[in-house]
T-cell receptor, first 115, second 111 residues
C-alpha cells in the first residue's frame, strides 16, 4: 500500500459543486501539503499544515479550504468548483526531523475536471 | 526561496551520463539545493539534496559549485525509465511548505 494515499484518483464534476479531495498517510509525518499542477507547469502550493489544527496558505489558496483534524489526514475542499480549478492535485508529507528533513513524499495525484 | 533556472528540455542517450544543470545565483547561505523528478503525471519523487559539498546516493550525484550559484545533477548511466521532468529547488532545510517548484527540465532518454 502507498504511504500517501489520495482519494478520489479521478473526479469529474460540474461548476458550482462542492468537492473534497482526501489525503491520508502512514508515514507518521507531522507536515502535510496540497499542490496543484496544470499542464506544462510546475507544482503550485495551495495550503500546508505543520500539525493538527495548523493551517497555512500557500501560493494559490483562493477558492480552496483545508482541514487537518488528525495527524494522518489532510483534506482539500473546493466550496464551489469552477472550470479553472481543473488540474492534477497532489498531497505530500514531510518530516521535520533527522537527515530527511525537508524531503517531500507525494501521493499519486487526484485528477479533477470541472465542467 | 531563491529562484532557480533550468533548461526546458534535454536529450540523453541510454547508458550515457545525464548532466542536468541548475542556476541559483541568489541562493543564501542556509538554503539547500533539492532535486526531484516527476515521471508522467505521477507524484514527484525526491532524488537528492545538498548544501555545499557534493553528494551521491544510489540514484544520482549532485555537484554544487564552490560559490553555490549553480549545481548539476548527474545520472551516471541513464535508462529509458529516467525519462521525466527534473526539478531543481532551493530552500531552507526545515522551512515550512513553501517548496516552490519551477518548470523543470524535461529529460528524454533515447535508445
Amino acid at each position: 500500500d502507498a504511504d500517501v494515499t489520495q482519494t478520489p484518483r479521478n473526479r469529474i464534476t460540474k461548476t458550482g459543486k462542492r468537492i473534497m479531495l482526501e489525503c491520508s498517510q502512514t508515514k507518521g509525518h507531522d507536515r502535510m501539503y496540497w499542490y496543484r499542477q496544470d499542464p506544462g507547469l510546475g507544482l503550485r502550493l495551495i495550503y500546508y499544515s505543520f500539525d493538527v489544527k495548523d493551517i497555512n496558505k500557500g501560493e494559490i489558496s483562493d477558492g480552496y479550504s483545508v482541514s487537518r483534524q488528525a495527524q494522518a489526514k489532510f483534506s482539500l475542499s473546493l466550496e464551489s468548483a469552477i472550470p479553472n480549478q481543473t488540474a492534477l492535485y497532489f498531497c505530500a508529507t514531510s518530516d521535520n526531523r533527522g537527515q530527511g528533513a525537508g524531503e517531500l513524499f507525494f501521493g499519486e495525484g487526484s485528477r479533477l475536471t470541472v465542467l | 526561496d531563491a529562484k532557480t533556472t533550468q533548461p526546458p528540455s534535454m536529450d540523453c542517450a541510454e547508458g550515457r551520463a545525464a548532466n542536468l544543470p541548475c542556476n541559483h545565483s541568489t541562493i543564501s547561505g542556509n538554503e539547500y539545493v533539492y532535486w526531484y523528478r516527476q515521471i508522467h503525471s505521477q507524484g514527484p519523487q525526491y532524488i537528492i539534496h545538498g548544501l555545499k559539498n557534493n553528494e551521491t546516493n544510489e540514484m544520482a550525484s549532485l555537484i554544487i559549485t564552490e560559490d553555490r550559484k549553480s549545481s548539476t545533477l548527474i545520472l551516471p548511466h541513464a535508462t529509458l525509465r529516467d525519462t521525466a521532468v527534473y526539478y531543481c529547488i532551493v530552500r531552507v532545510r526545515n522551512q515550512g511548505g513553501k517548496l516552490i517548484f519551477g518548470q523543470g527540465t524535461e529529460l528524454s532518454v533515447k535508445p
